[in-house]
């Protein structure tokens, strides 16, 4: 229980991505409304080897949802200004990083395993970032 | 840090699913291959009031993707074997409830909006179920 008698959860991660992207703001802007300019964008989704054995039956080609910590993201708001709006909105309308959970949802596609690593592509996180699970899409 | 020495993050649950299953058991077995069993299945997502504000701009007859915590899944697996199915697979390749991070991710239709309460169909969750984050599908 946290000090507002809420109930917390804990998470731990899984693994790291391998991205081209060093900080979020080498990110396209493009991300939020097109995600097929990511299309291109390989990179690697390296689990620990004690979850290595969880990744049995992924299909390459498949795409993959992949749950993910914002672990840049440092702060959270409730009303948000999306790129290229005026209008703030509610976050959970958004889909910004800066979130009460920064988790975050991405769908790649997988390109091939290489024991505990996935080389996918359509790759928006940044380098190091914190995978919490991978779910068939 | 853990006590492995992985890095760990704490969730704090956003609001709580009402919902007519009572049980993981009430939910019917073909949530995993045909989703549109439950798009007559409705129910609540219940907001805490601190959070309500993050709603707004959320438009009525659009979908969102609710990730929730299997907060009955108990342990995890690192291969199961889906329902109807014969051979084990990796949890990643699954949807069970049993995974590493017992986070799940589902697709909703909102109905309306009534100030921190969001009337949904589509509900495969439980009653009770902790909401971590909303996000516009």
């Known amino acids: 229980m946290s000090d507002d008698g809420r109930v917390t959860y804990g998470l731990r991660a899984i693994g790291v991505v391998h991205s081209p ?21 390989a990179g690697e989704l390296e689990i620990f080897p004690e979850h290595a054995e969880g990744l049995d039956g992924l299909e390459p080609g498949s795409s993959l949802v992949v749950l993910f910590v914002f672990h840049k993201a440092g702060y959270s708001h409730l009303k948000v200004t999306p790129p290229g709006e005026t209008e703030p909105r ?9 979130r009460p959970n920064p988790i975050g ?26 995978i919490i699970d991978i779910k068939p899409a």
Request: a neutral charge; charged letters at 25%; hydrophobic letters at 40%.
């Open 21 to 41: 992207y060093g900080e979020p703001a080498d990110i396209p802007r493009e991300w939020n409304c097109r995600k097929g300019a990511f299309d291109a964008v």
């Open 90 to 98: 509610g976050v959970f309308a958004s889909r910004s990083p800066h």
């Open 105 to 130: 949802l991405t769908v790649v596609r997988l390109a091939a395993r290489e024991g505990n690593v996935l080389k996918v592509t359509g790759l928006d996180m940044v380098e190091g970032t914190p």
